[in-house]
């Protein structure tokens, strides 16, 4: 009777019980998705544009055909690499202290938040845009994040909306989400108002829509 393999994944008579071989290769594929996806993060936030397989693998430290072993297509790699980007900065959406304070102070907390977030996360907000339309999973995740925005709004500025009809109150949340949208504040940038200027355009707007 011939000896077993020690390269085999299973040891025993026990179908369940995986070798520390095989749990090391499968622990060392996910740390080099891990990296390839970090890579495409570091690229993207660089600024320079959707990156190459090559550029991906010499940031990764990995091979380009390793880069497509861990990943179908670089457009996969792409979402991934988005999606985790935005998982992991939640906490650039937050408004401080939200709902807290007088009008004037919430509409300058939410100016204030909206200005770090798209300040922050321009290069990535530009690939989801860009990559919405083909794919189904970046449309899902750019979707979440504009909820989220629009339920902050909603939330954060309750007592101006509570009086209002639930059709007023959806269209003054989506008025509100649009003037504040990366859209208008990339839009504005391109018609040259700075920080500041947009920081007083959006002040000054908001307070109409809240005031009236």
Same mark, same amino acid.
């Given at each position: ?151 902050? %709004? *909603?939330?954060?500025?309750?007592? =101006?909306?509570? @009086? /209002? ?5 959806? !269209? #003054?949340? &989506?008025? %509100? *989400?649009?003037?504040?949208?990366? =859209?208008?504040? @990339? /839009? ?5 108002? !700075? #920080?500041? &200027? ?11 829509? /809240?005031?009236?």
């Amino acid at each position: 009777m011939g000896t077993r393999n020690s390269s085999q994944s299973r040891t025993g008579d026990d179908p369940g019980v995986v070798e520390p071989a095989v749990d090391g290769r499968r622990r060392r594929r996910e740390l080099g998705r891990i990296a390839v996806v970090d890579a495409v993060i570091d690229l993207i936030l660089d600024g320079g544009g959707p990156p190459t397989a090559e550029q991906i693998a010499d940031r990764a430290d990995v091979s380009v055909a390793s880069v497509y072993r861990y990943f179908e297509s670089l457009d996969e790699l792409r979402r991934v690499g988005v999606q985790r980007y935005f998982e992991r900065i939640d906490h650039l959406i937050a408004i401080p202290d939200i709902g807290v304070g007088p009008l004037p102070d919430r509409i300058d907390a939410l100016v204030g938040a909206r200005l770090d977030f798209y300040r922050s996360t321009e290069p990535i907000n530009r690939m989801s845009r860009h990559q919405a339309p083909d794919v189904a999973e970046m449309r899902t995740t750019l979707q979440r994040v504009r909820a989220t925005l629009a339920d902050q %709004i *909603a939330q954060h500025f309750a007592p =101006e909306l509570a @009086d /209002l009809t639930p059709t007023a109150k959806r !269209d #003054r949340v &989506a008025v %509100i *989400a649009a003037l504040t949208s990366f =859209e208008a504040w @990339d /839009l504005l940038h391109d018609q040259g108002l !700075d #920080r500041a &200027a947009i920081r007083r355009a959006w002040r000054t707007h908001l307070t109409l829509l /809240l005031v009236g």
